[in-house]
């Protein structure tokens, strides 16, 4: 059964025994991790400045100002201040229980 770590409006972290691997997803990301990986993703996203990216950045294209690597050159997760603001929610909000399943939050998965 799939337990529920954290969930916010936009996203939510769980993780599935079978597989073992922490699944995270956030609008249209997903990921999927090994304990290990999640941990060091989660931890890079809490130590990100959005106030200073935002300044930084003030001059680009792109309308989302917060860029972060992810998988080389050429990819690039971009965010606003509220959008990083919610991640770091999503990794820091109490745990949930860990013995309710997945299914008691309404969640639909397809094997796609």
Same mark, same amino acid.
């Given at each position: 059964m799939i337990y529920l770590i954290s969930q916010t409006e936009n996203g939510q972290v769980f993780k599935c025994p079978t597989c073992k691997l922490i699944h $995270?997803?956030?609008? *249209?990301? *997903? !990921?999927?991790? +090994?304990n290990k990986e999640y941990l060091f993703f989660k931890n890079?996203?809490?130590k990100i400045d959005g106030d200073y990216w935002e300044i930084t950045n003030a001059n680009s294209y792109y309308?989302?100002?917060?860029?972060?690597?992810?998988?080389?050159n050429n990819f690039n997760i971009l965010l606003n201040k509220k959008e990083l603001l919610e991640l770091k929610d999503? !990794? +820091?909000?109490?745990?949930? *229980?860990?013995? +309710?399943?997945?299914?008691? $939050?309404n969640c639909n998965f397809s094997n796609n």
């Open positions: $995270f997803e956030y609008k *249209n990301l *997903n !990921f999927n991790f +090994t890079y996203f809490l309308k989302r100002k917060i860029l972060i690597p992810a998988g080389g999503l !990794f +820091t909000k109490p745990q949930i *229980n860990h013995k +309710t399943p997945l299914s008691m $939050f």
